[in-house]
């Protein structure tokens, strides 16, 4: 399995961005798939999740701001982002969590 971010960017506070994780590989299986970010000097944190039923979590930070969802046929999980804060700045990463598989992130920049 291979996982591609994409849809960071600059963005200025209370602004919205979706972003979108592509996967390709013959082992894809949406068993559960992840997002996570890393701020700078930050340890790598979990965001959101989304596994096989299509059951969502959130982490409390994120919390009606953030909204995971899925596309199997288009083989793409998103990570719709609102109400963009500076301290949502990070690089965001994709992950399949059945497969322990990191894509390369996508960076989110919140500043005026």
């Known amino acids: 399995v291979q996982l591609q971010a994409s849809g960071g960017g600059l963005v200025q506070p209370g602004g919205s961005l979706r972003l979108s994780c592509a996967a390709s590989?013959?082992?894809?299986?949406?068993?559960?798939m992840s997002w996570y970010r890393q701020a700078p000097g930050e340890e790598r944190e979990w965001v959101a999740r989304?596994?096989?039923?299509?059951?969502?979590n959130y982490a409390d930070s994120v919390k009606g701001r953030f909204t995971v969802s899925r596309d199997i046929r288009q083989k793409t999980i998103y990570l719709q982002i609102n109400n963009l804060k500076p301290d949502d700045t990070a690089v965001y990463y994709c992950?399949?969590?059945?497969?322990?598989?990191w894509g390369q992130g996508t960076l989110v920049t919140v500043s005026s």
């Open positions: 992950r399949d969590d059945f497969w322990s598989v």
């Open positions: 590989g013959t082992r894809i299986t949406f068993k559960s």
């Open positions: 989304i596994d096989a039923g299509g059951s969502t």
